[in-house]
């Protein structure tokens, strides 16, 4: 499934290290160590409008105990 | 989880039922025959072990609500005495009628993590991971 692209920074910081330098890069995917976080600006322009998934790769993460498929996973909306 | 629940629970309408482990009642109903009145409340189920209180004993009516001290009775089972929770019974408290059944289950967070947009926007996601 066709995803838009995030861009991301560590939180608080505006995309911007201390010294000024960018930190902000294009990424369709992140990846996070235990107690990280990031921000994220998905950017719809130009994205074709439908539905699309936010979801986490580990697969394991991707069950909803009865209900089966689901878990860590969650619908973006774009609207035309 | 996303914002609480997993999806897809953003498109059943109305709350899931939870797991049995996060469920403070398994089942609930008044039992026949009790000589039911505001200090003997009769029930069928099970106290969960997740906190070993009922935190929300309005499963039974919407009107009882118990201060955080009114814990679990220790052998709850079949027959409850309310006893211990005599003082904290609002004036407004309906005994329930033989027969009357409850909802099974604490719901969970009842807000949808679906994330809309107009093509053009913005969408700012803070993600975190715990683990």
Redesign the interface.
């Known amino acids: 499934m066709e995803r838009p692209a995030?861009a991301r920074a560590r939180?608080g910081r505006g995309g911007r290290a201390a010294g000024g330098a960018n930190l902000y890069y294009s990424t369709n995917s992140?990846t996070?160590?235990?107690?990280?976080?990031?921000?994220?600006?998905?950017?719809?322009?130009?994205?074709q409008?439908g539905t699309y998934?936010?979801?986490t790769s580990n697969l394991n993460y991707l069950s909803?105990?009865?209900?089966d498929?689901?878990?860590?996973?969650?619908?973006?909306?774009?609207?035309? | 989880m996303i914002n609480g629940r997993g999806y897809p629970d953003n498109r059943p309408a109305g709350s899931l039922v939870p797991s049995a482990d996060h469920t403070y009642v398994e089942a609930a109903q008044v039992a026949g025959g009790a000589a039911l009145d505001r200090f003997n409340i009769a029930m069928s189920g099970m106290l969960s072990m997740d906190d070993g209180a009922y935190n929300d004993l309005d499963w039974f009516s919407a009107r009882i609500r118990p201060p955080p001290r009114c814990g679990a009775l220790p052998a709850a089972s079949r027959t409850t005495s309310g006893r211990t929770c005599r003082s904290c019974w609002p004036a407004t408290f309906r005994v329930p009628a033989v027969g009357d059944s409850f909802a099974i289950g604490k719901a969970s967070q009842n807000v949808s993590t679906r994330i809309q947009a107009t093509q053009g926007q913005k969408i700012l996601l803070r993600i975190s991971s715990w683990t």
């Open positions: 995030a939180p992140v996070l160590g235990g107690g990280e976080s990031a921000d994220a600006i998905i950017d719809t322009t130009g994205v409008p998934l936010l979801y909803n105990n009865q209900e498929f689901g878990g860590m996973m969650t619908e973006i909306v774009v609207n035309p």
